[in-house]
């Protein structure tokens, strides 16, 4: 039983280390909303973009990060700019 608990353990940690590299493919940037000013972290990886309705339109305003604390950075620096709102 113990032998079966610990290679359960280690195909776990095994498996979540091959897990990792394709997680930090993922992309993240900043994208503005026009009618309302507020910016917002937006991740690649999601599988539709933001839905625009009316006159709800988004721009990008960023660069690609790869990761959200980089991204989230640069949002907190555009509303101290007065860029965003939000």
């Known amino acids: 039983m113990r032998r079966v608990l610990a290679l ?13 590299p394709a997680s930090a493919a993922v992309g993240y940037y900043v994208i503005r909303w026009d ?5 917002q972290v937006w991740n690649e990886d999601l599988k539709y973009k ?9 721009k990008v305003v960023s660069k690609q990060f790869p990761t959200f604390q980089e991204a989230s950075d640069v949002q907190i620096k555009l509303r101290g700019e007065r860029r965003c709102t939000l």
Do not use: D, E, L
């Open 8 to 20: 359960c353990a280690v195909a776990g940690i095994a498996s979540s280390v091959f897990a990792v």
């Open 35 to 39: 009618n309302t000013g507020i910016c």
């Open 50 to 58: 933001p839905f625009q309705f009316g006159a709800s339109t988004y």
